[in-house]
């Protein structure tokens, strides 16, 4: 069952345990750390303010025209987020937490944010990066944030209507069980 549900008005409504939606709630508080220093990684910078022009002048100028007003937004959505989350619901089950539609992007975009903030944290480099992972295998606290947060994301894309195309491998169905040979 996907924990997010599109709502008649285009908001969605998401439906966490308890845990899950204290951890969403210590999100902003990084980023706006992380932003706040005036020097900060230039790895991080890279990723999360990717290079707009291949020419070095070219990206210069853009740097200086818009650096403060990409910082701005990426702090703005922090913001939001954090506004969001403010205005939950406590259940006994655990919390709702609902997206006005005219914020679904901002929260995609900061969860967007987060994970590549976590990827760099974890040095991973490669868009494959699950594909190593045992079952049984203990990971860090900042990995199973990782696989949380693109779970997340890919719930709200999903009730947006953006159904990922998964890959089953030759010989198997959909739900992993091995093809019956006609």
Known sequence: MNPVERQDDDSLKIYLPHAEGLVLCSLPQR??????????????????????YEDAGKE?????LLGDDLKKRKLESVKAFKATLENWDITQSGVEVTIAAELVETWL????????????ELDITENDWSAGLEPDEEMSEELALLHLLTWLQQCILD??????????????????????ET
């Not at 210069?60 to 200086?64: H, S």
């Open 159 to 180: 009730a947006l209507g953006f159904v990922q195309e998964r890959y089953i491998p030759e010989g198997e169905e959909p739900d992993g069980r091995e093809a019956e």
């Open 109 to 120: 975009g900061f969860l967007n944010d987060m994970r590549l903030y976590l990827a760099i």
């Open 60 to 64: 210069a100028e853009y740097r200086k």
């Open 31 to 52: 980023i706006e750390d992380l932003l706040s220093q005036g020097d900060f990684n230039q790895r991080v910078a890279d990723r999360l303010f990717p290079v707009a």
